[in-house]
């Protein structure tokens, strides 16, 4: 590796130890460390575990199917999503998997020990993005997410709540609804500086009650769907 890449390499790992996603071990197990360049110029973080996934059992947890969230997604015409940032990051590694997801990292030990000539391991503390096992995990925790997160606006809804998000509005009210709840949280937590840009797609909102908006929702769906089936319909008849 060369040294501008070893210097793009050491902000990283600093960077990962600072926000507490790695830290350092004494793992008889380590993974070279690799950089991969991104689209944008930037190089992202890897580990080759090519070794450590032929000795790890697969996670059997069904991955969607992209027609199938295709089918879902055809009834409604406009979205929001959320980005979770390093996604993988998000899901914490357990004790004994600690040990064998441990990277290496030259650099560093040099910098530390200056002369000192084996690769320091440092270990990851969350889901690495090359394990096997990442991506069914990380889909089950997501889904685990999503319906905790539909059960509380269920609920949320049925006590009176407006602020809460729906994928029934239309597109302009979704731009118009995005809003900053800096007044809110300086009123409620007083320290808070910079103004968090929340987005509500209630359209109801001081538009019409939240009740009669259902209704209409609703209705909105129950024709578009008919309308989809007699378009079918057409074209089978067509074809």
């Known amino acids: 590796m060369n040294p501008s890449k070893k210097e793009i390499l050491k902000q990283e790992i600093d960077r990962l130890l600072s926000e507490g996603i790695i830290e350092e071990c004494e793992s008889p197990y380590a993974s ?12 992202r973080l890897c580990i080759d575990y090519r070794k450590l996934n032929e000795t790890t059992v697969a996670d059997t947890y069904p991955l969607p199917r992209m027609d199938d969230l295709l089918h879902q997604a055809k009834l409604t015409p406009f979205m929001s999503t959320l980005d979770l940032r390093a996604g993988y990051h998000q899901s914490n590694a357990t004790e004994k998997s600690n040990l064998n997801n441990a990277s290496t990292r030259e650099a560093r030990r040099k910098r530390i020990k200056r002369a000192h000539q084996l690769a320091e391991q440092i270990e990851s503390r969350n889901l690495a993005q090359r394990i096997s096992t990442a991506e069914g995990h990380a889909q089950e925790s997501q889904e685990q997410c999503n319906e905790r997160l539909q059960e509380n606006i269920i609920r949320t809804r049925a006590a009176g709540e407006r602020d809460i998000a729906t994928s029934n509005a239309t597109e302009k009210s979704n731009l118009n609804n995005a809003s900053s709840k800096g007044s809110r949280r300086k009123r409620v937590e007083r320290a808070q500086q910079l103004p968090e840009q929340i987005e509500t797609r209630n359209a109801a909102q001081r538009i019409r009650t939240a009740e009669s908006r259902a209704r209409e929702s609703q209705e909105q769906r129950d024709e578009r769907c008919n309308r989809i089936l007699r378009e079918q319909e057409w074209h089978e008849n067509e074809t």
Not at 32 to 43: A, E, R, S
């Open 32 to 43: 070279p460390v690799v950089l991969i360049p991104k689209p944008n110029g930037t190089f």
